[in-house]
């Protein structure tokens, strides 16, 4: 009975496993596809006449959705690479996306991503993880004014914590505008049955934290 239920939890597993690795496919397939629909039809766009400051801008947008590209399929590979289930290759990952990012918006990041490499994380968590990540950041860094940011992992009494905060502008929760991205964090966070609290005040910053039990 043991060996039965212990092939069964395997076989949940792997079905999951099969359906995120699915999910992504169709990712890749929209996502993926789509910017380079665009950039074809830029590239045509290009070769028609128009003046100097028309083919600027098209190349310009090419270059943008060229790069929009490719690191959505950095993305997609890391995610399904085999052997990639210790947290530590995410704990690298945002480092190096947050100093990038940091070092060209001129924003002073402090990282403290340590009880990543004391957590593992199964494809689905690493996943969903990385990209509220990822669309934290990215919010704070357009849309905040800030200089400094604060990057922060926690993991206690089995649940792992992640807080991205920043010290810019923050803004009034009852009436930012929607399509920012945090509806996609809350549905990811609930994803891996979590919370996301979103703590912003005008003028002092925002704080995001994401709780996931392990």
Sequence with gaps: ????????????????????????????????????SSIHMLSQMATKQGNESTHKDILERMSSNAKETMDKMSD????????????????????????????????????????????????????????????????????????????????QNKEFMLQIKDFGKGFDSNIIKKGNGLDNMRHRAADLKGSLVTESNENTGTAIQLTVPV
């Design 1 to 36: 009975a043991i060996w039965l239920l212990m092939n069964r939890n395997k076989l949940k597993q792997r079905m999951k496993e099969l359906e995120l690795r699915n999910q992504i496919a169709s990712d890749l397939h929209d996502e993926v596809g789509s910017s380079l």
């Design 76 to 155: 997609i590979v890391w995610m399904i690479k085999p052997g990639e289930t210790e947290a530590g290759s995410l704990k690298q990952r945002m480092e190096r996306f947050a100093y990038e990012i940091g070092s060209a918006k001129n924003i002073d990041m402090q990282l403290n991503l340590q009880a990543l490499e004391q957590v593992k994380l199964n494809m689905e968590q690493r996943k969903n993880i990385w990209l509220i990540f990822k669309e934290a950041v990215n919010n704070a860094v357009k849309y905040s004014g800030t200089l400094k940011m604060e990057l922060t992992a926690l993991l």
